[in-house]
């Protein structure tokens, strides 16, 4: 009889999950960790720091991934706010049918995007490399910044707007004051849906530069991928670096979400 | 006549502000349709030349539907080959994995979220934390760490390596849209079927089950399409034993130079097939907010 007691309080019905979780996510990035800090003898050392940070091209990589992820974002926020903006505002026909225009690329394997993408510069011979890819990756990744910029406005009340216009505020400062601090959450979320990805992705930079760039998401799958097993240690560190930097920019767009909902 | 210059004044002010409304609409609207443009070019690009059967994107050699015959019949009846069998073989494991792997985090989640929607608010938090991890790491993130347990366990990688990976990050997305049904819930009519002689299973199948369905629908469903669509997790768990889901299928082709053709007609029938199903829900969804 005392195990449909423990049944009964619904609280354990969730230990399954839990052991899953313990097992198949904390336990695997616990591993990341022992390895980055360990030789392919299981002997502690710093070595595989060591080497990244003394191995130029690798610290090159680094950076440029970074630099092409802020670019790629910052594009699609430029490009995307604009449109996010013009859909849940303007007085469209059909305003649902065009944001699931844009949200519908989104369903299709990214992998066959780039590769359309990588046809269509063939086609009219422009060359590969970094333009390509900062054309694909805004490409792929566009949707993601569109969809939660418009989720937020369109949720905005508008008579908070009405109220800034009654009260003498022109366009500008309407839009200033009012419009963009309230769509500050959407902003955050898409900054972070699209760079996330680019500054990990290993995949696209491969097909659209024909090899000639590499980032440091590839640089991380060569370890495991062409390394073999003497090179996981090396590779397991680099993965800690972009743990790091991931677990920076959730943190941070965690705290501004929060913030920005608070003043709401 | 005081009286009359100062009517053309508003005339003509509201004349120039229609005006500028006027101009701002046909260019926000032109803005909506170039982007739209840049978005959808490579794809209607596939589209066109899946109507064509040459080997290259982009070389024309006249309008046929012999590569959707290939596709369907697995066999280049022109060329006399068969169509590369591996393409089939994806397809056939992309959906096997998607299906069992969705259906296996529909049940753990639904049941994890029952459980955690129960618990006190410090190990709520707790759990998830934990369950927001997996969806906030980067693909190639997952796949390694997966990729280091799985060596570490000394488990060898394969069918069930990739279905355990997809499980892990399909799941954290069921938990959070099942959790917001429970909200909604009466948390005592559980209660009042245990009181009434049901057992905890029966309690969950007939009272509980009926309320969480839509959000284990939903669930499900973004599970399937996060299954289908996921490539870096499979790539690092799926060993070298020939096993590929379509997304790996891709990238090997893409890598050895050159897509499968038969690859654009799929393709194709994919997209359309997704575009009716959004356009379907959509007007569904518009005439029951009509209704309401």
């Known amino acids: 009889m005392k195990w449909i007691s423990v049944f009964n309080s619904r609280r354990t019905w969730a230990w399954p999950y839990l052991l899953f979780l313990v097992l198949f996510v904390v336990l695997p990035l616990l591993l990341i960790v022992v390895y980055a800090f360990t030789d392919p003898q299981g002997q502690p050392t710093l070595r595989n720091f060591v080497q990244f940070f003394h191995t130029q091209e690798a610290v090159n990589t680094f950076i440029y991934s970074l630099a092409i992820a802020l670019i790629t974002t910052m594009i699609c926020l430029l490009l995307g706010y604009p449109a996010a903006y013009i859909m849940a505002t303007a007085e469209l026909k059909t305003p649902a049918v065009m944001a699931m225009l844009f949200i519908l690329p989104m369903w299709i394997n990214f992998l066959l995007r780039t590769l359309a993408t990588v046809e269509l510069f063939n086609m009219f011979s422009i060359p590969l490399g970094g333009g390509a890819l900062l054309y694909g990756m805004c490409y792929d990744f566009l949707p993601f910044m569109i969809y939660p910029i418009y989720n937020t406005l369109q949720k905005m009340d508008t008579s908070l707007i009405e109220a800034a216009h009654d009260l003498g505020a022109n366009r500008r400062e309407v839009f200033t004051k009012v419009i963009l601090p309230l769509s500050k959450p959407g902003i955050y979320s898409g900054i972070i849906m699209v760079f996330m990805p680019t500054v990990s992705t290993f995949a696209i930079s491969e097909l659209l530069t024909h090899n000639k760039i590499t980032l440091f998401g590839s640089l991380i799958q060569r370890a495991f991928g062409e390394g073999g097993i003497m090179m996981w240690n090396y590779g397991a560190a680099l993965s800690l670096i972009m743990l790091v930097i991931i677990a920076v920019t959730s943190f941070f767009g965690d705290k501004e979400e929060s913030s920005s909902q608070t003043i709401i | ?292």
């Open chain 2, 1 to 292: 006549m005081n009286n009359n210059t100062y009517m053309t004044a508003t005339q003509k002010e509201s004349q120039r502000r229609q005006r500028d409304l006027l101009v701002r609409r046909i260019c926000s609207q032109a803005y909506l349709w170039l982007l739209l443009l840049f978005l959808y070019a490579p794809i209607v690009l596939i589209i066109v030349f899946s109507f064509t059967k040459s080997k290259v994107l982009g070389n024309w050699t006249g309008f046929t539907f012999q590569l959707y015959e290939n596709l369907f019949t697995g066999y280049d009846r022109v060329a006399q080959v068969r169509v590369d069998p591996n393409l089939y073989y994806s397809l056939y494991y992309t959906m096997l994995v998607a299906l069992v792997s969705a259906t296996c985090a529909t049940l753990l989640g639904t049941l994890a979220a029952i459980g955690i929607y129960n618990m006190r608010q410090k190990s709520r938090r707790a759990i998830l934390f934990m369950n927001s991890i997996p969806m906030i790491n980067p693909d190639i993130l997952t796949g390694i760490s997966l990729f280091l347990l799985f060596v570490f366990l000394g488990i060898s990688r394969g069918l069930a390596t990739v279905i355990i990976a997809h499980i892990v990050f399909c799941t954290p997305y069921v938990v959070l849209s099942v959790m917001p049904r429970l909200s909604k819930m009466n948390p005592n009519i559980y209660e009042a079927a245990l009181d009434l002689g049901a057992t905890p299973f029966q309690a969950l199948r007939k009272v509980m089950m009926p309320e969480l369905w839509p959000g284990m629908i939903s669930g499900f469903i973004l599970s399937i399409t996060l299954s289908i669509d996921d490539f870096g997790v499979t790539y690092f768990t799926k060993g070298s034993n020939g096993l590929e889901t379509l997304s790996t299928f891709i990238y090997a082709d893409a890598r050895k130079g050159g897509l499968t053709p038969e690859l654009r007609p799929l393709f194709s029938l994919v997209f359309l097939t997704i575009l009716v199903l959004l356009v379907v829900m959509n007007i569904r969804a518009a005439r029951q907010a009509k209704k309401h």
